[in-house]
């Protein structure tokens, strides 16, 4: 077998099963076995054992079987969890989905208040920046948050409200940080003539964007530097990755509304990539394996919680926001997109190729 994932829905009383196999097989050489808190599949004489903890079968409840190539599906009724109550009373619990939404917590490590430090390319290790001694280190407001509300980041009572930090400030956000613009050694070296993009001037790694004419802050990316201390020439990385910064800006965009949309866009030198996404189930329960051993009879399976989606790519942003201009809208590094977009399609691998399409939407998971 290649991979094995289970939906759980408690409140359903459902289990949803998606087997890849290696091979095609026989359907008359595939029999599946239902116990209270098991699953038997014997595959051409082999049988596989799947122990599921915490969740009580109906062992006669099995259905919609469907066998196709290299593939099995199939569904199965679960027994009451009273957790969540019975069939005449439901036990609604306040969930706060946003306090653990997921491993990979984005917790930034930044440079220290009062350090002579510089920025530095994380791809090439390239000085991006002069040294700078950064007195002030403040989160930007949320989207959700009108920014004149925002009082504790102006310069002075009689200074007009401002967003652009000045040279000894830094403002960061989930992904991203504001930096004044003369802090950078060049300028006109780091900014892209053809576009708003900000560019490595060694690598040509695309680290920021600058999206005003008049320009007095630039946004870079959290995943695409680190901070050299140069007290002590330590190296200070930012606890930031790809993927992370991803499902950060996913988290912080969406509010799971189901069937809310949120666009997420990266802009490399002569290109923009947008994808589409729409919460289907915002706490979905799955068990799953990968890569089954021939040999192995009795297999475990990794529990976690995920939001199930739709997702496309491709669509012009003018073209959403003109057809629904509720749409949520967030920008992200391409390096981030990209891991994003193979999380999303590998996932949609897990189902059967009937199970990976909803009109034009594919379907996939994001890890909570």
Not at 16 to 35: F, H, P, T
Not at 48 to 66: C, D, E, F, K, T
Not at 279 to 303: A, P, R, Y
Request: aromatic share 10%; glycine share 2%.
């Amino acid at each position: 077998m290649n991979s094995i994932t289970l939906e759980i829905r408690p409140r359903l009383r459902s289990l949803n099963a998606y087997i890849s196999l290696k091979e095609s097989i026989d359907n008359s050489r595939l029999q599946v076995r239902l116990g209270e808190n098991d699953i038997k599949i014997e595959i051409q004489g082999k049988l596989y054992s799947l122990s599921l903890a915490n969740i009580h079968l109906l062992p006669s409840s099995l259905s919609s079987l469907r066998i196709t190539d290299k593939w099995i599906s199939f569904r199965i009724q679960t027994e009451p969890n009273y957790l969540y109550g019975k069939f005449e009373t439901e036990i609604i619990k306040n969930d706060d989905i946003n306090y653990n939404y997921m491993n990979l917590a984005n917790e930034l490590q930044l440079p220290p208040k009062n350090k002579n430090c510089q920025l530095i390319c994380a791809r090439c290790e390239n000085r991006i920046t002069k040294i700078v001694n950064f007195q002030r280190i403040l989160p930007l407001p949320s989207s959700g948050c009108d920014p004149q509300e925002w009082f504790c980041h102006k310069h002075g009572k009689d200074e007009p409200f401002s967003m652009d930090p000045k040279e000894s400030d830094l403002f960061y956000s989930s992904n991203y940080c504001l930096f004044n613009t003369n802090v950078f050694e060049d300028r006109s070296k780091l900014l892209n003539s053809s576009n708003s993009l900000v560019q490595c001037n060694r690598c040509f790694a695309v680290i920021g964007s600058a999206k005003e004419k008049n320009i007095k802050s630039l946004k870079i990316w959290n995943c695409c530097i680190n901070y050299k201390i140069i007290d002590d020439d330590s190296v200070i990385k930012i606890i930031s990755s790809p993927l992370s910064d991803f499902l950060t800006t996913f988290k912080h965009t969406s509010d799971y509304t189901i069937g809310e949309k949120i666009l997420l866009e990266a802009e490399e030198a002569h290109c923009t990539h947008h994808i589409i996404l729409k919460t289907m189930e915002k706490k979905l329960h799955i068990q799953k394996t990968d890569q089954v051993n021939l040999t192995q009879q009795s297999i475990d399976l990794e529990s976690s919680f995920v939001v199930k989606v739709f997702y496309k790519y491709g669509e012009s942003k003018s073209t959403i926001k003109n057809n629904d201009p509720d749409v949520e809208f967030s920008e992200l590094p391409l390096s981030s997109f990209i891991s994003g977009m193979e999380a999303l399609m590998s996932s949609t691998a897990r189902f059967p190729p009937a199970y990976r399409k909803a009109e034009d939407y594919y379907i996939g998971y994001l890890p909570l």
